[in-house]
């Protein structure tokens, strides 16, 4: 039959028709990807978009010039310039000192009230090691900068909405004027925040940083790394060259799977069982976190570590028996070093889940207010998502900004711990 005639045939139609349906069927289904990559990358786009714009502005700190009279009667009256003498000092009196010479109109005690909340009461704090590490300020007037209160950060920085005629947010209108006069004048202005990644936790937004987070998570990834790293290579390897295949090393293989979908919360469920209750270490601290956080990572860990070990040929194996090596020095001296950089890969990636989890570190109380940065691993200790969960369910406007502030600090960390895998998978990675 000529080709002429099998088109013209039902047959030939019937051909065509289904390819016709089958090019359709192709184009939806690149249309579909498509659209699901751009609603991806647009909730990504938006999430981001709002992470930036509220938190971009925690990266500065509003300061008032004032100029503070460092009255030799009331820091070290006997003259000794004792250190323990000079941080007793009532350095806050001095800066309130200052803000009524400023500000003379601020007579009854309600406007020194309100005129006192323009300053931090952090600015004490900055004061007096100032005084402490350079005791010949003492006996002079000096003019510095000190640190603004939340309100008065909000109000600079424009996030507290329009003024009307009885202020704006919580600065009533008395509060407003005296910012404007300290506008006018250039005695108030935004500089980079460097306290935000020098200080720990704190009640008070201008004050509060993420130091003490940072320390707490590295610490916790410095447990989780030493301990699931080596268990779990160690498992992947007797499962995936010495373990013999059979019923059990089937359910081994089976559970460690199932493993790696238990929601984490279960974990530090376990860990509050075990590590707590059971074993008695103590709890917030950067030791049970990390133990918690290495139970959470290990599947993750002999999951990606086995898909290393299997992607090294078997004539690697064949080779080296082959020149006499033992079946030990085959997978220690040959295997294992090829197959490092797709473990090291699955161990960055399990870490960078590890950093960004907070529902297990709950569980084992590593939620508490924490405000100094910890010195060790038994030291009560809070991590940057647990961090940010904190912040984000504050009643202050001022640790709104906080928490964009952190989630961006956390994506970084997580964006550069995914990079590094990728880095390494490139690098060190054969092709076979």
Same mark, same amino acid.
């Given at each position: 039959?000529?080709?002429?005639?099998?088109?013209?045939?039902?047959?030939?139609?019937?051909?065509?028709?289904?390819?016709?349906?089958?090019?359709?069927?192709?184009?939806?289904?690149?249309?579909?990807?498509?659209?699901?990559?751009?609603?991806?990358?647009?909730?990504?786009?938006?999430?981001?978009?709002?992470?930036?714009?509220?938190?971009?502005?925690?990266?500065?700190?509003?300061?008032?010039?004032?100029?503070?009279?460092?009255?030799?009667?009331?820091?070290?009256?006997?003259?000794?310039?004792?250190?323990?003498?000079?941080?007793?000092?009532?350095?806050?009196?001095?800066?309130?000192? *200052?803000?009524?010479? =400023?500000?003379?109109?601020?007579? &009854?005690?309600? %406007?020194?009230?309100?005129?006192? /909340? $323009?300053? #931090?009461?952090?600015?004490?704090?900055?004061?007096?090691?100032?005084?402490?590490?350079?005791?010949?300020?003492?006996? *002079?007037?000096?003019? =510095?900068?000190?640190?603004?209160? &939340?309100?008065? %950060?909000?109000?600079?920085?424009? /996030? $507290?909405? #329009?003024?009307?005629?009885?202020?704006?947010?919580?600065?009533?209108?008395?509060?407003?004027?005296?910012?404007?006069?300290?506008?006018?004048?250039?005695?108030?202005?935004?500089?980079?925040?460097?306290?935000?990644?020098?200080?720990?936790?704190?009640?008070?937004?201008?004050?509060?940083?993420?130091?003490?987070?940072?320390?707490?998570?590295?610490?916790?990834?410095?447990?989780?790394?030493?301990?699931?790293?080596?268990?779990?290579?160690?498992?992947?390897?007797?499962?995936?060259?010495?373990?013999?295949?059979?019923?059990?090393?089937?359910?081994?293989?089976?559970?460690?799977?199932?493993?790696?979908?238990?929601?984490?919360?279960?974990?530090?469920?376990?860990?509050?069982?075990?590590?707590?209750?059971?074993?008695?270490?103590?709890?917030?601290?950067?030791?049970?976190?990390?133990?918690?956080?290495?139970?959470?990572?290990?599947?993750?860990?002999?999951?990606?570590?086995?898909?290393?070990?299997?992607?090294?040929?078997?004539?690697?194996?064949?080779?080296?028996?082959?020149?006499?090596?033992?079946?030990?020095?085959?997978?220690?001296?040959?295997?294992?070093?090829?197959?490092?950089?797709?473990?090291?890969?699955?161990?960055?990636?399990?870490?960078?889940?590890?950093?960004?989890?907070?529902?297990?570190?709950?569980?084992?109380?590593?939620?508490?207010?924490?405000?100094?940065?910890?010195?060790?691993?038994?030291?009560?200790?809070?991590?940057?998502?647990?961090?940010?969960?904190?912040?984000?369910?504050?009643?202050?406007?001022?640790?709104?900004?906080?928490?964009?502030?952190?989630?961006?600090?956390?994506?970084?960390?997580?964006?550069?711990?995914?990079?590094?895998?990728?880095?390494?998978?490139?690098?060190?990675?054969?092709?076979?």
């Amino acid at each position: 039959m000529s080709e002429t005639s099998l088109t013209s045939s039902g047959v030939g139609l019937r051909i065509a028709a289904g390819l016709k349906k089958r090019y359709r069927a192709e184009k939806r289904m690149r249309a579909y990807g498509l659209t699901a990559i751009l609603l991806a990358l647009t909730s990504l786009a938006v999430l981001m978009v709002f992470v930036v714009a509220t938190g971009w502005t925690a990266f500065q700190q509003t300061i008032i010039q004032l100029e503070i009279s460092l009255d030799e009667s009331a820091i070290d009256p006997e003259g000794t310039r004792d250190e323990a003498t000079l941080r007793r000092a009532d350095y806050q009196g001095l800066i309130r000192n *200052s803000l009524r010479d =400023l500000f003379p109109d601020a007579v &009854s005690r309600q %406007d020194k009230r309100l005129l006192y /909340k $323009l300053i #931090s009461t952090g600015a004490q704090y900055e004061l007096r090691d100032q005084v402490v590490m350079d005791p010949r300020l003492i006996g *002079s007037v000096q003019t =510095l900068w000190v640190l603004g209160s &939340s309100d008065a %950060d909000m109000w600079q920085k424009g /996030k $507290l909405g #329009s003024e009307t005629v009885d202020g704006v947010g919580r600065l009533n209108a008395q509060q407003v004027q005296w910012l404007q006069f300290l506008r006018e004048k250039n005695l108030i202005l935004t500089q980079f925040n460097k306290a935000f990644f020098s200080n720990g936790d704190s009640r008070e937004p201008e004050m509060a940083g993420i130091w003490g987070a940072a320390v707490g998570a590295f610490l916790s990834l410095s447990v989780t790394l030493i301990l699931s790293f080596p268990l779990g290579v160690l498992t992947a390897v007797y499962l995936e060259e010495l373990a013999p295949k059979n019923r059990w090393t089937r359910l081994i293989e089976v559970s460690i799977n199932n493993l790696a979908a238990v929601p984490s919360i279960i974990f530090g469920l376990l860990g509050l069982a075990v590590f707590l209750n059971f074993f008695g270490f103590p709890r917030s601290s950067p030791l049970v976190g990390g133990m918690v956080l290495s139970l959470m990572t290990l599947p993750t860990i002999v999951i990606a570590a086995r898909a290393s070990l299997q992607s090294v040929p078997p004539s690697i194996r064949e080779a080296a028996l082959g020149i006499g090596a033992s079946p030990v020095q085959v997978i220690f001296h040959h295997v294992v070093p090829l197959a490092l950089p797709g473990m090291l890969t699955g161990t960055i990636i399990g870490l960078a889940q590890a950093l960004g989890e907070t529902a297990p570190l709950l569980m084992i109380g590593m939620l508490a207010f924490i405000a100094d940065v910890p010195q060790g691993l038994f030291d009560s200790a809070a991590t940057l998502p647990v961090q940010v969960y904190l912040w984000a369910d504050s009643a202050e406007r001022g640790f709104v900004e906080k928490t964009g502030a952190a989630i961006m600090v956390l994506l970084a960390f997580l964006v550069a711990m995914n990079g590094i895998a990728v880095y390494i998978r490139h690098k060190f990675e054969r092709k076979w």
